[in-house]
């Protein structure tokens, strides 16, 4: 019970199952993404192992030279010194291009994995989801969300890496040449990590703001776009502009919080380095002082000094990149950890080829469970029969057309098919059986051909233009210059409404499919356009299991049987002259018609 209410909470909003997770917890998940591209992830690793011992190695030659070669006066050497640190120099590049392109192989494939597998389980996720979620921030999930962790994981993430390992093996040596000097260099790092966790988490929650911030604005610009002519017909230019501005404000003052978090914590990092210096210097000058320590091991210690700083001195300039990236872990995670609503057995059957015999036995539903929209409803659609929905909005007609498509579960009672309960079949071999046409035209930007076709991938020629031919759109498509090759633009911007329907009715009817649900699919159509759409439905309908959902009754009066709905129960049943006859819900609504 509990698990179910908390996929009801992510279903309508995801964002409230984002929680303070640690840092350590959320990329300990992240790197399994990475270990998935293991061989170029050790490769890498090795090489900074390389850079490492490089880095220890430096300093012993300028140290080698000031104690040694120098006093001693060996001027023939100091030409192999010079050789010598070239050829390091040499070195350190091979090994730096190769670290380079190894962790930037690895975080581009891990990068294209995890938007790879976040857009397949938004795929999967319940029609509901995306009733309760604005489109702008699931955008932003694997737009935003995911380029946050690209720095990171390209470049940072090796940085850090190699740091690390440069950290502790000089610390290693420096305790082993001079355990004192070392630990008093040392003694600030307990606060140097208490302050960045300090930060990072005030850094954090500042960051959850900015992204945000950023998908409110992906979502201001998806409604405004796509509703520009509404914006336009309105004349709202300016009210929609001064909404982004607002926004945008937003926006800004959420990121220069960041900016003033991460410009206090930088300067703080870089006194505690230049305090670590301040005691080598002071402490090690009077080691050399005392000869306890030579000149040539206090200027390594201080180039030590130096290799242990930069862990730290980037750590501070990444730590915005880092808590940026553990935010969009946290969204990201909280969406993938998300589960559909409506669920695949593991042991799901394929459907095989279907009659369309429909039967709804007892059906309870409601998109708020605390307020059904059907109670107790049965309802049986005979195999090659139309059954024409009718009734007030709101009654439930839409509802059991997505509860026949498997969108929705039922809370009680069940659904079959043939005799087949569709929670026991695969959604694909239900829905790949099935043609809907529903009162909100959706093309695709593409030309027509390809809107067709996107009913059925691999469709041929002929099959597209009959199914044109079907729905009345082949005359229309000749009439462009460049037939079913014209692009229609987005959401089919650049056609008429009854062209645009008739271009969904051929791409459900490119399918075949036995099971026929038409959800108000002629409302956009003009005089002419329903005409031609009518004078189709009647061979269309033929053998095939067909629902219709209509506001014209014009468009019902041949079905083979019409039910009456109201308030998500059956008011009436039967076919048009019966309930002509009946003088009762459908005769009044008849009669309001002819008036």
């Known amino acids: 019970m509990q698990a179910n209410m908390i996929r009801k909470v992510a279903e309508s909003n995801p964002d409230q199952l984002i929680t303070k997770t640690p840092v350590f917890v959320l990329f300990k998940r992240l790197f399994t993404y990475i270990w998935q591209h293991k061989l170029p992830l050790i490769a890498g690793l090795s090489t900074i192992v390389g ?20 006093p001693q006066q060996k001027f023939n050497q100091l030409p192999w010194v010079g050789v010598a640190i070239i050829g390091i120099a040499l070195l350190l590049g091979t090994l730096n291009y190769a670290r380079s392109y190894t962790m930037a192989l690895v975080g581009q494939k891990t990068i294209y994995t995890i938007r790879h597998v976040l857009y397949e389980h938004l795929q999967k996720l319940s029609l509901s989801y995306y009733e309760n979620n604005r489109t702008g921030a699931l955008m932003a999930r694997v737009t935003q969300d995911v380029d946050s962790l690209q720095n990171l994981i390209i470049s940072d993430v090796a940085e850090i890496i190699a740091d690390t390992f440069a950290f502790f093996a000089v610390v290693s040596y420096l305790l082993y040449a001079d355990w004192q000097l070392t630990c008093m260099v040392l003694a600030t790092l307990p606060l140097m990590i208490y302050l960045t966790q300090l930060f990072g988490t005030r850094m954090r929650g500042a960051y959850r703001d900015v992204q945000r911030q950023g998908a409110e604005i992906n979502n201001h610009l998806q409604e405004t776009f796509s509703n520009i002519k509404v914006i336009k017909a309105c004349a709202n230019e300016g009210y929609e502009v001064d909404r982004f501005s607002e926004r945008n404000r937003e926006n800004m003052a959420a990121n220069l919080r960041v900016v003033q978090l991460w410009s206090v914590f930088s300067p703080v990092i870089d006194l505690m380095n230049h305090l670590g210096l301040a005691i080598v210097m002071v402490y090690g000058s009077w080691e050399v002082i005392q000869h306890r320590l030579s000149i040539g091991e206090l200027a390594a210690f201080v180039a030590y000094l130096n290799i242990i700083n930069q862990p730290a001195k980037k750590f501070s300039r990444l730590l915005n990149v880092i808590q940026k990236a553990a935010t969009a872990c946290e969204r990201i995670f909280a969406t993938l950890d998300t589960e559909p609503e409506v669920m695949e057995k593991p042991e799901a059957i394929a459907l095989p080829n279907i009659k369309g015999n429909f039967c709804f036995e007892n059906i309870t539903f409601g998109y708020d469970t605390n307020e059904p929209v059907l109670k107790a409803f049965s309802l049986e659609i005979p195999a090659g029969t139309t059954l024409a929905l009718v009734g007030s909005s709101g009654a439930g007609k839409s509802t059991i057309a997505n509860l026949a498509a498997r969108f929705y579960d039922p809370q009680k009672g069940r659904i079959t098919v043939d005799g087949y309960d569709l929670r026991d079949v695969t959604l694909k071999s239900l829905r790949s059986q099935l043609g809907i046409v529903s009162q909100e035209t959706l093309l695709l930007h593409g030309t027509i051909r390809e809107n067709i076709a996107y009913g059925k991938p691999g469709v041929t020629e002929a099959e597209i233009v009959a199914a044109a031919q079907a729905s009345h759109a082949h005359e229309f498509i000749l009439e462009f210059l460049q037939g079913y090759d014209t692009m229609i633009g987005e959401r089919g911007v650049k056609l008429s409404g ?67 709905l109201e308030k998500g129960a059956i008011a009436e049943m039967g076919n048009h002259p019966e309930l002509l006859a009946n003088k009762g819900r459908y005769a009044h609504l008849q009669a309001l018609i002819i008036k």
């Open 51 to 70: 850079l490492s011992f490089l880095q220890v190695l430096i300093p012993q030659i300028t140290r080698y030279t000031i104690d040694v070669l120098i």
């Open 498 to 564: 009854g062209q645009r329907q008739r271009l969904a009715i051929a791409r459900a009817l490119v399918k075949n499919p036995q099971f026929l649900i038409l959800d108000e699919a002629t409302s956009s159509l003009d005089t002419e356009s329903e005409a031609f759409i009518q004078d189709a439905l009647k061979t269309l309908l033929q053998g095939r299991t067909s629902l219709v959902i209509a506001h014209r009754l014009s468009t019902i009066q041949t079905a083979d049987q019409i039910v009456v």
